[in-house]
């Protein structure tokens, strides 16, 4: 017997199952719809070779001026972890601390100290961010693109990120950045999930509830 294959791929039904993005089904749902933080995570350690293949993922984000400005410590040894947990907010403790990893996420208020290689097109871009306020405002704002392109980038290693911005922030960075030219922005939790990590998914807003025309 032949079986007669149509070559001819059913467009129409393609379009419809990748609901018109060309990430897979199966990609959307492990870093948007079946992606939720996690609160409790299994005994499986994260290694070094995971967190680098986050970062070589996360780093192609676009932020201003290629500025980078995303400062990370992961968090490891006991000590560390301790320090840690004495700057969390009480109802965080226990997640930090049973979490097989840690990373700090802090923004580089000097990110425009390395324009020479993040920007080597402009020649005068660090004299474009002599102003401090303005620096630390963009410092920030980019970083906090950056924690996004991060969280999605541990969901595609298959992974589960527990964000969490219950922190004495000031005691974070003077701890980890003594330098004083950081600023702690988020404490990320990561790991496989446990059975019990993720709590009941809550609404999101409508695109018509978000989004108008102009």
Excluded: C
Aim: overall charge negative; glycine content about 8%.
């Amino acid at each position: 017997m032949t079986l007669l294959i149509d070559p001819t791929p059913d467009i129409d039904r393609l379009e419809a199952e990748f609901n018109g993005l060309q990430l897979s089904p199966d990609a959307q749902d492990l870093l948007f719809r079946e992606a939720a933080t996690a609160n409790a995570f299994t005994d499986e350690p994260v290694t070094d070779e995971q967190m680098r293949a986050v970062y070589d993922l996360a780093k192609w984000g676009p932020t201003a001026m290629n500025s980078q400005p995303l400062r990370i410590v992961l968090v490891r040894s006991a000590e560390a972890r301790a320090r840690l947990v004495g700057h969390m907010a009480e109802g965080n403790r226990a997640k930090t601390e049973a979490a097989p990893l840690v990373a700090i996420l802090a923004a580089d208020h000097d990110f425009h100290d390395e324009f020479g290689k993040t920007f080597p097109v402009f020649p005068g871009a660090r004299d474009a961010f002599s102003d401090e306020s303005a620096r630390i405002e963009s410092a920030e704002l980019s970083s906090g693109l950056q924690i996004g392109y991060f969280i999605i980038a541990v969901r595609a290693a298959g992974l589960a990120a527990g964000p969490m911005g219950g922190f004495d922030a000031a005691g974070v960075s003077q701890e980890y950045f003594p330098d004083g030219r950081h600023r702690a922005l988020l404490v990320v939790n990561i790991g496989q999930p446990s059975v019990d990590a993720f709590r009941p998914r809550q609404p999101r807003l409508d695109f018509d509830e978000v989004v108008t025309a102009v």
